[in-house]
T-cell receptor
Framework: ETGVTQTPRHLVMGMTNKKSLKCEQH?????MYWYKQSAKKPLELMFV???????ENNSVPSRFSPECPNSSHLFLHLHTLQPEDSALYLC?????????????FGPGTRLTVT | GQNIDQPTEMTATEGAIVQINCTYQ??????LFWYQQHAGEAPTFLSY????GLEEKGRFSSFLSRSKGYSYLLLKELQMKDSASYLC??????????FGAGTTVTVRA
């Protein structure tokens, strides 16, 4: 089983739809992250959960709503998105202990908003 | 704010050496990562520097100078499979990574 999995891999949705992205990590990590990656732009950190508590929320519009029901699963609920939200959404996890801060990424969900 | 700069593109020949520079100006610094990302795939970890100096891992080496706000990733004996985007990221705190826009390296035969 690969370390971090994401579903779906591709998603096309209209601006009035509601959909959810799912991330699962099989590494026993205690922190999980959502990033947005747009073409030719740096990865943008959206949300961080540590021990299922949200610890970072980087001024993300409310049309993106994260949920972390347990330490292995992370969701990103989407509603009334805009075309500029089309991007690759990456999930990552890490074990936050002294000396170890590497983040492991999933393959991403390619989102297109029409 | 965070400012992390790296070149947009680099091209090199198979078997050659390429050096990807990264300069940063960030509000905090707790270490610097390099990641490799092939098109359509997840970023994968290459290296992590906290102290000044050179870290070597096989064909890849990474260097850090904290006083200069500067790092580089050195790729030796380039192979076609090294064609990818290379991301520089600064760790600020326990969780936050601030990324550069990435350097696309193209290896030609």
């Amino acid at each position: 089983e690969t370390g971090v999995t994401q579903t779906p891999r591709h998603l096309v949705m209209g601006m009035t739809n509601k959909k959810s992205l799912k991330c699962e990590q099989h590494l026993g990590h205690n922190a999980m992250y959502w990033y947005k990656q747009s073409a030719k732009k740096p990865l943008e950190l959206m949300f961080v959960y540590s021990l299922e508590e949200r610890v970072e929320n980087n001024s993300v519009p409310s049309r993106f709503s994260p949920e972390c029901p347990n330490s292995s699963h992370l969701f990103l609920h989407l509603h009334t998105l805009q075309p500029e939200d089309s991007a690759l959404y990456l999930c990552a996890s890490s074990q936050v202990i002294a000396g170890s801060y590497e983040q492991y990424f999933g393959p991403g969900t390619r989102l297109t908003v029409t | 704010g965070q400012n992390i700069d790296q070149p947009t593109e680099m091209t090199a020949t198979e078997g050659a050496i390429v050096q990807i520079n990264c300069t940063y100006q960030t509000s905090g610094f707790n270490g610097l990562f390099w990641y490799q990302q092939h098109a359509g795939e997840a970023p994968t970890f290459l290296s992590y520097n906290v102290l000044d100096g050179l870290e070597e891992k096989g064909r890849f080496s990474s260097f850090l100078s904290r006083s200069k706000g500067y790092s580089y990733l050195l790729l030796k004996e380039l192979q076609m499979k090294d064609s990818a985007s290379y991301l520089c990221a600064v760790r600020d705190g326990d969780y936050k990574l601030s990324f550069g826009a990435g350097t696309t390296v193209t290896v030609r035969a």
